[in-house]
């Protein structure tokens, strides 16, 4: 059975509005595997307000006591995708009434999910600079963080560790909790075959045994973002490894966005 949905699945029509707000307001947790699609045929290309992923967005904007929020994408390149995680970045905007608001402008806004916990992200391709937004948006309610196959769009072989280096610096970061598994570089600028993708490797705590693509740690924040980012080895492997290379992975995803 495919439990992958289309994102017309998503759609909330206006008779359904009166029963379906309500629950979708109280809803505490939203898992979703689903496949962002260019267009919806619940939109016309004349609508006010016409964006990519029209319904994932006014979903999200209705659950505003979300606590756990799980997304796995189905493609790990794509518009669609890319757009909803810079939307789903954008610093939410304070004092807005969503429910009440005309739906034409809650497909725009960013999405707030205040008491937001938990975040699992999986299977898609991102820029470090997003990936990076997206975390600190809700650095200060965060507990756990999930990250399962994902690339990031970069030309460094050292974004995972630069990334995870900086969120241990990061006092701002609340996050006890995190698995990290599968993850590696944008197939596209490594030139990897999907079938024969590396991921980044960690190494294991017992020396004697080899490295491993998934890790669990808990513990402050400080704590496991320095321990991935000291136990990351290099992928795929190469000569000009170095601080310079881990340095320049920020200006390397700041020019891959433009």
């Given at each position: 059975m495919n439990s992958v949905l289309t994102e017309q699945a998503l759609f909330v029509a206006q008779w359904m509005k009166p029963t379906l707000l309500p629950v979708l307001e109280n809803l505490q947790r939203l898992h979703l595997a689903v496949e962002l699609t260019a267009r919806d045929p619940h939109h016309p290309l004349d609508t006010p307000g016409n964006v990519l992923n029209l319904n994932i967005r006014r979903l999200l904007n209705y659950t505003k006591n979300l606590k756990w929020l799980r997304i796995n994408f189905q493609h790990r390149r794509g518009q669609t995708t890319d757009l909803f995680l810079r939307w789903l970045a954008l610093p939410a905007l304070a004092h807005v009434?969503?429910?009440?608001?005309?739906?034409?402008?809650?497909?725009?806004?960013?999405?707030?999910?205040?008491?937001?916990?938990?975040?699992?992200?999986?299977?898609?391709s991102v820029s470090l600079r997003i990936l990076r937004s997206v975390i600190m948006k809700w650095a200060s309610t965060l507990k756990s963080l999930s990250l399962w196959s994902i690339d990031i769009q970069s030309d460094s072989s050292m974004a995972w560790a630069k990334l995870f280096a900086d969120l241990s610096q990061n006092e701002a970061v609340s996050i006890k909790h995190i698995t990290v598994g599968r993850i590696g570089l944008s197939q596209q600028r490594w030139g990897q075959p999907a079938f024969s993708r590396p991921y980044v490797l960690f190494k294991a705590q017992d020396a004697d045994k080899p490295a491993q693509s998934m890790v669990e740690l808990r513990g402050t924040a400080a704590e496991i973002f320095a321990e991935l980012a000291r136990d990351v080895i290099d992928w795929p492997p190469r000569a000009d490894h170095g601080q310079a290379d881990i340095a320049s992975s920020w200006e390397d995803s700041d020019s891959n966005d433009d």
């Open positions: 009434d969503k429910l009440a608001a005309p739906a034409c402008n809650v497909d725009l806004l960013p999405v707030d999910l205040p008491a937001l916990e938990r975040l699992d992200l999986g299977s898609t």
